[in-house]
Every structure is written in C-alpha cells, then in structure tokens.
C-alpha cells in the first residue's frame, strides 16, 4: 500500500457530530475484538472515548477527515506547538482496517508539518494494533507507561489512572 490516495480535509462544522460517531464506533471495535462485550473502560456508557474528550480534542487542536475516493475513512486529531506536536486522535473506520490508510494519513500530516521534530501520543495498553503501527510502522518509541503508579502528570480528568488502571503508553517520534 506504499502509493495509498488519501487526503486530509479541515473537519467541517457540519460534519463535526458524524466525524465523533466515527471516532467512537473505531475505538468502540478496538475494544470489543480486545474484550468482548465485558469491556469495562468506558469513559461513559457504552464509550470507550468520551463526547467531552473528543471535544476538547477538537476544539484545542486540528481536525481532518481522512478521505479515500470522496468518503470520509477516518479522522485524526493533531495539537501543534512550534517543533512540538501531538497526535491527539487517530482513526480508521473498522470497515477500512488494514488496508494502508493510518499509515498514509500520518504520512501526510508529517508532510503538513515539516516544523514538528519531536510527535507524541498515547494509546491504551491493550490497542495491540495501535502499538503496532505507532512503533512498527511509523517509528515512534515507548518512551513512558503511566498505570496507577506512575500516573500522567498531565491528565487532570484521570489522576488516579481509573478508566486504564493497567496503563497507557506513550510514543514520541523524533524527527531529523
């Protein structure tokens, strides 16, 4: 999938609502194949990322529909600051898995910031696949695993680490 057509286009007010239920939907499946239907770490019912976190994540960053062919596949949720960025949200509808499309959508947010030398993200410890393609495919490294020991000091909304007490990873990409 090494030529993979996909576009990024501005998330649109009007879209805003169709793009969280897509971001729910994917993370909901990573959940499920990881669980089943006993998951318990939802943020709210029946959600494994809040309303009120993908929000925040959107109105403090930048949205992007991931486009393939004019339909919406995905999205991704990026945070910059001069040479710093963060890599909010990323999805793929469950529909579109495993066909090159997170990878070419990174691909071309490392194209729109050439400024950015060191991304960060996160990712729950059992997204095996997100682990994956953050390490294997786009080069980034564990660098932190914040659990109910180590907490992120950055996270006011989960101090205690509750909804992942088994930890989250967290990845940087240092770019040249």
């Not at 194209?111 to 786009?138: D, G, L, Q, S």
């Not at 080069?139 to 205690?160: A, K, L, M, Q, Y």
């Amino acid at each position: 999938m090494k030529n993979m057509k996909i576009s990024l286009l501005p998330l649109q007010a009007d879209d805003r609502e169709q793009f969280i239920r897509d971001n729910q939907e994917a993370f909901n499946y990573g959940a499920m194949i990881e669980f089943g239907l006993r998951d318990n770490h939802f943020e709210e019912d029946d959600e494994i990322i809040s309303l009120a976190t993908i929000e925040e994540s959107i109105d403090n960053g930048t949205a992007y529909r991931i486009m393939q062919d004019g339909q919406p596949v995905g999205g991704i949720i990026v945070k910059v600051e001069g040479c710093h960025g963060e890599l909010e949200i990323l999805f793929v509808s469950p529909k579109a898995h495993s066909k090159g499309i997170g990878y070419a959508a990174w691909c071309e947010i490392e194209r729109m910031y050439p400024a950015v030398k060191v991304w960060e993200t996160v990712t729950p410890y059992f997204e095996k696949r997100n682990i994956h393609f953050y390490v294997n495919r786009c080069g980034f490294h564990i660098v932190e695993f914040f659990n109910s020991h180590h907490p992120d000091p950055r996270d006011t909304n989960e101090p205690s680490g509750d909804q992942f007490p088994e930890g989250m990873f967290r990845f940087e990409k240092k770019l040249p």
